[in-house]
């Protein structure tokens, strides 16, 4: 038998759950991947194929999951995670959450397996107090088109506790801000994938409202480590990983244009409904608990992510 410890990775052909894969294999881990392929592709853990510490199963975790043999961590992070995604999906979005957190728990509890949810800055809606520390119990909107995706990552965080509370599971959860880097979807209508896909095939960047709606950016490989310094640390209630580096939506518009070396026009779009004003995360906590803070920066990770997707276009074209 095999001397390594097994993690199962839920949505592992995702953006973050095939990166948080490689970390694990590279920890020295063997993984069992599960993702049901909705909004997750193949090609993110296509480079892993004839790894013999890598296996991957279709399956959709809302349904039974059965796995034989040991389990020692559990990352739950299949779910659609765009706002796109929860306007076409949205009953999906609910139940990955819901059913599928509550099966992942389950899994973990039977396995004896420590858990960790991926939930999100999405928790605090369109947030009244600035930066959102962990303390803050959100704005939210339940029954506008994004409560499907909140309400059901709110779900989860209570389901989360419950399982730790009732049945002493050692459990996590992580608060994702936005993050951005390679394999992202081109076309999930996120703006990271959005401003660059436009810049590079010419096309004018639509900017939602006015633009000064800000965000914080988070390179894929800082978001990974503090998630997985958060799986070997013993913390239960929920930490934020995230950039504090925040801007606006327009001042992303330009940044993006600078660095594809583009002269675009920037045109102005509807506003989606509930898209909240504001987001910055106070990562005060992660960083005494964790000793982590992204390293990553912007430049940089705008730099290789434009590099992805340029390949990314070739390769399409
Ligand atoms: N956005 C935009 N143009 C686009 C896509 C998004 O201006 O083509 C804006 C969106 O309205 C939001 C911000 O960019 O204010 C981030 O949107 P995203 O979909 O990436 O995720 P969110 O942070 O809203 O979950």
Redesign the pocket.
């Known amino acids: 038998m095999s001397a390594k410890k097994t993690a199962v990775v839920t949505g592992a052909a995702g953006f973050l759950g095939s990166h948080l894969t490689d970390r694990l294999l590279k920890e020295g881990y063997r993984v069992i991947g599960m993702d049901n392929l909705v909004t997750g592709n193949v090609r993110n853990i296509e480079h892993l194929a004839g790894n013999p510490d890598f296996d991957f199963i279709k399956h959709d975790v809302t349904k039974f999951i059965y796995l034989p043999g040991s389990v020692d961590l559990i990352f739950h992070f299949a779910s659609p995670a765009?706002?796109i995604d929860y306007l076409q999906i949205p009953i999906q979005t609910l139940k990955v959450s819901s059913l599928g957190t509550h099966n992942a728990l389950g899994l973990a509890k039977e396995k004896g397996a420590t858990f960790l949810i991926a939930s999100t800055s999405?928790c605090y809606g369109d947030p009244l107090e600035h930066p959102q520390k962990e303390t803050y119990w959100g704005n939210v909107n339940p029954i506008g088109p994004r409560g499907c995706y909140d309400e059901a990552k709110r779900f989860a965080e209570a389901m989360t506790m419950a399982y730790h509370r009732a049945h002493g599971l050692d459990t996590k959860i992580v608060r994702i801000f936005?993050t951005y880097g390679p394999r992202m979807r081109l076309e999930d209508?996120?703006?990271?994938p959005?401003?660059i896909g436009q810049a590079l095939q010419g096309n004018p960047l639509?900017?939602?409202?006015d633009?000064s709606?800000t965000?914080s950016f988070c390179y894929v490989s800082d978001l990974i480590d503090g998630i997985y310094r958060l799986s070997q640390s013993n913390y239960h209630e929920p930490v934020n990983i995230g950039n504090p580096r925040e801007m606006t939506?327009l001042q992303f518009a330009q940044e993006i244009l600078k660095h594809t070396g583009k002269d675009l026009p920037i045109i102005h779009k509807e506003?989606?409904t509930d898209?909240?004003k504001v987001?910055q995360p106070d990562i005060g906590l992660a960083s005494k608990l964790l000793g982590w803070e992204p390293k990553v920066a912007f430049e940089e990770g705008i730099s290789r992510t434009v590099a992805y997707f340029r390949d990314f276009l070739a390769i399409k074209s």
Do not use: I, K, W, Y
């Open positions: 765009s706002p999405e936005n209508g996120r703006v990271v959005a401003f639509t900017v939602f409202g633009g709606q965000r939506v506003l989606p898209d909240p987001r």
